[in-house]
């Protein structure tokens, strides 16, 4: 038997075993070879809730802010649609919207002290 596995040249590993690249119980990233205990107290139910209850804390304004915009310019579109009239009284609507705030926002300014 002729080829590259019989004229490779053997290895001797430091657990002395031909051909072995590795120490023995090199296992888990170079720790031990024996697997992992269990963690007592995996999470439960309420761990589930509580994290899904922040997550829709932290999304609920952005995915309002995101659905209404979608809904305004659909009811802008279908306005439109049914009268040019209607559909700019609807964009004028926002855009008093707008400034009311802007000019609430300008008497009422922020209390930084």
Known sequence: ?????R????VLAPDRRPGSLYATGV?????????PEDEPGTGGFR????????????????????L????YLVLVFWLFSIHPLAGLAAILAALGAFGARAV????????LG
Not at 7 to 10: A, G, H, K, N, Y
Not at 27 to 35: L, R
Not at 56 to 64: D, E, T
């Open 7 to 10: 004229d490779r040249p053997r």
């Open 47 to 66: 761990d589930v809730v509580a994290i899904t209850w922040a997550v829709f804390r932290v999304l609920s304004i952005p995915v309002g802010i995101l």
């Open 27 to 35: 296992g888990f990233y170079y720790g031990s070879s024996k697997p």
């Open 68 to 71: 209404g915009t979608i809904f």
């Open 104 to 111: 609430w926002e300008a008497k009422h300014p922020p209390d």
């Open 1 to 5: 038997m002729g080829g590259i596995v």
